[in-house]
């Protein structure tokens, strides 16, 4: 019980000190020191009066051919262009030829069943709303440098690792 | 003033009496040309994109669509107006499609799409009239500029190659079949086809 007040004392002099610490700083800043700038993700460190250069834009891969998932549940990517697909109440580009009963004439993909039930697995006449925005999960890709590291392992290597790899399954 | 006018009127009625068949021959040739030439500006007037979007109708529901198309804006910077896909070229069926046109200046006059939501109501049959029109006429003003002959399969993507190679060389479709909304946006195109 001692103990405990105790480090509760302790945890709440740290807190104290923390705290009049940062009011310190808040009031150097407002004293005299311009506020730190934002940095927009978008725009990065660029100040909005000034112009920023924007990243180069890849073309999109259009070669049509499917490309292996990278894991099981993955929603395959798209292996063409979709450039001014319309995807709206009215009309769905993409179903033009993906529609079940589109899918030979046009030498296509048709989505599968899953695309036609709801969430209570009935399945339905036509494309599911729920599955109807067809870039909410599938999309095109570009042989663009990735903006971040990614160290992901197919599952399929993942088993065949020595134990005590890092990410071995033992 | 009647007798001038009775002057005047045998005159016209007997041109020859009075003036020289050389006269005669040669300033009906010239009025000709002045009379075509004016007529011929006045059509081509009719074609311009400013003539065009000088309505609200066109201006703010499908010129805004084509801005965003490659139609509009492209990397090479050739680009369709609105006459290109939407009147014909060669002469007769262009005097034929202006003298249809007399229909849309009674649908601005009475306001048939005179708001967006008219516009949108009335927009599948407006489509379904374009439609109909590729489709009879092969596609035409397409091919004004897209030229099949003309066509590097090796440049398009294989998707594109396989269908241009069988289905439009076999002339089962044409360009409209699969490239319906190409310009601008499409209504519901299901509702077309259960009626």
């Not at chain 1, 009011?23 to 990065?44: C, E, F, I, L, T």
Request: proline share 5%.
């Amino acid at each position: 019980m001692f103990m405990h007040s105790l480090w509760h004392s302790v945890r709440l002099a740290a807190f104290l000190l923390l705290a009049g610490l940062a009011g310190v700083a808040a009031q150097a800043q407002s004293k005299g020191a311009p506020p730190a700038p934002v940095v927009d993700s978008m725009r990065g460190a660029t100040p909005v009066d000034k112009e920023s250069s924007p990243p180069i834009l890849y073309a999109t891969e259009n070669k049509d051919v499917r490309r292996t998932r990278n894991y099981a549940m993955q929603p395959p990517t798209i292996p063409h262009a979709i450039d001014n697909y319309q995807v709206d109440k009215e009309f769905n580009r993409c179903m033009f030829c993906h529609a079940r009963t589109a899918a030979e004439a046009a030498k296509s993909v048709p989505v599968s069943i899953t695309h036609y039930m709801d969430r209570d697995n009935n399945v339905l006449a036509d494309v599911s709303p729920r599955r109807y925005f067809c870039t909410q999960c599938h999309v095109p890709q570009a042989d663009a440098k990735p903006l971040v590291g990614n160290n992901f392992v197919d599952v399929e290597q993942l088993l065949q690792r020595k134990p005590g790899v890092m990410g071995s399954s033992k | 003033m009647f007798d001038l006018i009775k002057r005047y009127w045998k005159t016209i009625t007997r041109p020859s009496a009075y003036y020289s068949l050389g006269f005669l021959t040669l300033g009906g040739f010239v009025a000709g040309v002045v009379f075509w030439g004016a007529f011929n500006t006045a059509l081509e007037l009719t074609n311009t994109e400013t003539f065009c979007t000088g309505c609200h109708e066109m201006r703010d529901n499908v010129y805004q669509e084509l801005q965003t198309t490659i139609h509009f804006t492209n990397r090479s910077g050739v680009r369709a107006k609105c006459s290109d896909c939407h009147v014909p070229h060669n002469w007769t069926t262009k005097i034929a499609r202006k003298m249809q046109a007399s229909k849309e200046v009674w649908g601005k006059i009475f306001g048939t799409i005179s708001t967006r939501e008219k516009f949108l109501d009335k927009r599948l049959e407006l489509a379904q009239h374009e439609w109909a029109r590729f489709k009879a006429n092969d596609s035409l003003e397409c091919r004004n500029c897209h030229d099949y002959g003309s066509m590097d399969f090796t440049r398009q993507s294989p998707r594109a190659a396989e269908m241009h190679s069988t289905y439009l060389a076999n002339k089962e479709k044409t360009c409209i079949d699969c490239h319906k909304g190409i310009a601008h946006h499409l209504p519901d195109v299901a509702k077309a086809k259960e009626q």
